[in-house]
């Protein structure tokens, strides 16, 4: 599960954080394929602005040069979905993130993203920790405690 912060940068970070699992992924599974690793390792030394336009050009790439690693790459993406937290939302107008989030992953790493949730800024957080408590046990009732046990009974109802 990845978390942020409601903000472009947060959106950009997001992108290069998923790519790079997603590639570590695709590597792990080919590393014992050495035409593989070398295209796998000419893709992390570029700046993450010129890698391949999207996963699904890079799996174009690996089917050029083995089609039964094209089909695995497939399978592989198509099982794994970035889990989305939103942190420390201000208002409703920060939701509208997401949609950005979602746009930018699936134009560029031509995969989809799970929004699990949304959780508020929230002046009672910084409270429990400046107390030393838990934030659920000591202010359970705050907006930004129910907003993290609602992303728990979506991830129990989901994942």
């Not at 359970?140 to 129910?146: D, H, N, P, Y």
Request: one cysteine or more; a negative charge.
């Amino acid at each position: 599960m990845v978390i942020n912060m409601p903000d472009r940068s947060s959106i950009y970070h997001n992108q290069i954080a998923s790519a790079d699992i997603l590639l570590r992924a695709i590597e792990k599974a080919f590393s014992s394929r050495p035409a593989l690793r070398k295209l796998l390792a000419d893709e992390f030394r570029r700046p993450s602005h010129r890698q391949a336009d999207g996963l699904a050009d890079l799996k174009m790439k690996v089917s050029a040069i083995d089609p039964e690693a094209g089909e695995k790459t497939a399978i592989l993406l198509a099982q794994i979905r970035p889990r989305v937290v939103f942190n420390r939302c201000k208002n409703e107008a920060d939701f509208g993130i997401c949609e950005d989030l979602d746009a930018v992953i699936a134009e560029s790493l031509s995969i989809a993203v799970d929004d699990f949730g949304f959780v508020y800024e929230d002046p009672a957080v910084a409270e429990s920790i400046r107390m030393g408590k838990a934030h659920l046990c000591s202010a359970s009732g705050s907006a930004a405690a129910e907003a993290v046990f609602e992303i728990a009974r979506r991830i129990d109802q989901y994942w």
